[in-house]
């Protein structure tokens, strides 16, 4: 029997580098870190379905990609025969969500890719209706809190004309936004496949558990479009790859001896 993970491995790692490389020759990604382009439509959103932030895949699918990939691994692993219902599988999912948190959301404070952005030359910036670009305290990116003239007089000058009622989310833009897409879905694939060949090697299953297998593949296909989706039409191809390997490693911490 053909080893799921060896198999996940290639056709993510292939997946990101022709994405990328795609991106590179036909001038198709955006890049996100420009505080002038991030907060436009991808230019080719007219004519790529793929190329809009709202397509279904974005805003169904990887915005919430940790929580299908919990729910996917919880349902085979509940299915899993006794033997294979074991407490290492889980640990290796909590190390998995520990490293999700630690580089999306939190790190004693500011994320860690937040931070990479920060040391990297990032600011923290409010687009006016105007336009123009506002630098604002980095907190209130790390936050992510709403600012306004009127809860907030103190960022906002007196001669600074603005719609009555307006107000914006500041963003993290310039330095270097490692692509969190990218480092989730190849963290979520890799994580997911290495879980399906210890279900095939469990031996004879349940019907339950086969419809468990069933979709947790599917799951897998689905990453490896949206992966192939993000490398094509977002992020710079540093980005990329620093993304790409920031999944490899978080999947690696998952496979340490302590959990055997």
């Known amino acids: 029997m053909y080893d799921f993970r060896l198999v996940a491995f290639t056709a993510v790692t292939l997946t990101v580098s022709l994405g990328t490389a795609y991106s590179i020759i036909h001038g198709t990604y955006l890049d996100t870190s420009d505080p002038l382009l991030a907060h436009l439509a991808h230019p080719l959103a007219k004519t790529d379905y793929w190329a809009r932030k709202s397509n279904v895949l ?3 699918f990887i915005k919430k990609a940790w929580g299908w990939t919990s729910a996917a691994f ?6 899993s025969s006794p033997a294979a219902m074991s407490l290492s599988r889980l640990m290796q999912w909590l190390t998995a969500t520990a490293c999700w948190l630690t580089f999306t959301t939190w790190f004693f404070g500011p994320a860690v890719i937040d931070r990479v952005i920060l040391a ?4 923290c910036f409010v687009h006016l209706p105007s336009g123009e670009l506002m630098t604002v305290p980095t907190d209130y990116c790390f936050t992510k809190s709403t600012v306004a003239p009127a809860s907030h007089p103190d960022i906002f000058t007196s001669s600074l004309v603005l719609p009555e009622g307006w107000s914006g989310i500041p963003r993290l833009r310039r330095g270097h936004d490692v692509s969190g897409h990218v ?5 979520s694939i890799l994580f997911l496949a290495d879980q399906l060949s210890i279900s095939l090697r469990s031996g004879p299953s349940s019907f339950r558990h086969k419809v468990a297998v069933a979709a ?3 799951l897998i296909c689905i990453w490896l479009f949206a992966s192939a989706t993000t490398s094509v039409y977002f992020h710079s191809p540093f980005e990329k790859i620093t993304g790409y390997a920031l999944g490899l490693v978080s999947f690696v911490f998952t ?6």
Not at 74 to 79: C, D, G, Q
Not at 183 to 187: I, S, V
Not at 255 to 260: D, E, G, L, M, S
């Open 255 to 260: 496979q340490a001896p302590v959990f055997w």
């Open 183 to 187: 480092f989730l879905l190849t963290m």
């Open 74 to 79: 919880l349902l085979l692993w509940n299915t």
């Open 58 to 60: 974005n805003v169904y």
């Open 120 to 123: 990297s030359g990032g600011e």
């Open 216 to 218: 947790n593949v599917a």
